[in-house]
């Protein structure tokens, strides 16, 4: 008898034609961002519908380059989910600006209107709405409400390539789409991101920034502003071009796996399955799970480890993280949809070559660990 092997939280889907698109890159000799570059942050851009599209190192120098391009600082605030991955609050906070964390709806894990009206202060100067899991959060109550504030909406959509909100893709909704192509998310370069927007000014600020600052004019450079260096290889962004065209597929596969748990887990106690809202959308870029407040959690994901399957929690609930505890004052549950959403979420395997196989197994292993939880 062989061992079960063990089954890993994602696993990239590189292939052949990923292989193709870099050697074409070796045999350019162009190795820093140059036409793959372009291709991508194009593919990108008309996938979101926005007319500008930004390659970044990640999402997190993604998100730093808006922040940095709205001239957010000393003295502002920004709206951030506490539900996330700590990065969007941190590019806040490297601004030298406040991140002002709000709670989240634990049902969808993303922020409404209701979790970001009451915080907002005259120092406020943008929100960032984090479409959690590949899931969009309710943005357009969120970006009307802006409008009238006169604040920005930056999408966190690191987690939400493909994904849709009331049928238009997320990114180009707000003011600026921030995306990941984070071997985690739903497609890879490795590392890498892109910021999307539909406004010229924003695009070329970001363009200037991305590049140390740089202008360049009649062949030289002059440089206008104090930047950074965020950007993205050629290398990766042909790997990127390449998932590009298969993302379809990928999202396709893995929505059908998730109807494969759905009816695995169908009326197991103990176990919350994710909603899909009236808004739809959902592209999975992880399947999260709701357990019972009286089931332990990390137990939980001992066992599951013990039966050579990888599951984690869902994300960080950031108010109770030491360094926003201790610089800004919040204490453990403050904010008690994230703090459920931090401790009772579990996230299990998915990813395209996962298989009705492994669906089973996991599931399987499921029922019998909250069986005896
Ligand atoms: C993954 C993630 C990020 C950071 O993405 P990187 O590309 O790894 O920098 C930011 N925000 C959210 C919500 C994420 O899930």
Not at 88 to 94: D, H, L, Y
Request: proline content about 5%; hydrophobic content about 45%; glycine content about 10%.
């Amino acid at each position: 008898m062989t061992a079960d092997p063990f089954i890993r939280l994602v696993a990239p889907d590189l292939g052949e034609a990923e292989l193709r698109e870099v050697e074409q890159v070796f045999a350019s000799g162009h190795l820093t961002q140059g036409p793959k570059v372009e291709a991508f942050e194009a593919a990108v851009a008309s996938r979101v519908e926005a007319a500008h599209g930004i390659a970044t190192t990640s999402a997190t120098t993604a998100l730093h380059l808006a922040v940095a391009a709205l001239e957010i600082g000393p003295g502002d605030e920004v709206i951030v989910p506490d539900f996330t991955f700590p990065a969007t609050a941190n590019v806040v906070v490297q601004q030298g600006a406040r991140p002002v964390l709000v709670d989240v709806d634990p049902a969808t894990f993303t922020v409404t209107l209701a979790n970001v009206a009451g915080m907002v202060t005259e120092k406020t100067r943008a929100i960032i709405p984090v479409h959690a899991f590949g899931l969009a959060a309710d943005v357009d109550p969120i970006v009307a409400f802006a409008r009238e504030k006169g604040l920005t909406v930056i999408e966190d959509a690191a987690c939400a390539i493909g994904t849709t909100y009331h049928g238009r893709p997320v990114g180009a909704i707000g003011d600026l789409g921030c995306f990941s192509f984070h071997p985690r998310k739903a497609i890879t370069t490795g590392e890498g991101g892109m910021v999307t927007t539909d406004n010229q000014a924003l695009a070329d600020r970001l363009r200037l920034l991305r590049n140390h600052g740089g202008l360049r004019a009649a062949g030289r450079f002059t440089f206008e502003a104090a930047g950074f260096n965020y950007r993205m290889s050629d290398i990766l962004a042909a790997i990127g071009l390449a998932q590009m065209r298969r993302l379809d597929a990928m999202i396709a596969e893995k929505r059908r796996l998730v109807d494969g748990y759905r009816s695995a887990l169908a009326g197991l106690a103990g176990a919350t399955l994710p909603i899909e809202p009236i808004w739809g959308g959902h592209v999975y870029q992880s399947f999260v799970i709701m357990l019972d407040d009286a089931i332990d959690r990390d137990l939980v994901i001992s066992r599951m480890r013990a039966r050579e399957i990888e599951t984690t929690l869902g994300t960080y609930a950031l108010h109770a993280e030491p360094f926003f505890r201790r610089t800004y004052g919040y204490r453990v549950g403050d904010l008690p949809g994230s703090w459920a959403a931090y401790r009772h979420s579990l996230t299990l395997p998915l990813y395209p070559g996962l298989g009705d196989g492994g669906v089973a197994r996991v599931a399987g292993a499921l029922r019998d660990v909250l069986a005896q939880a």
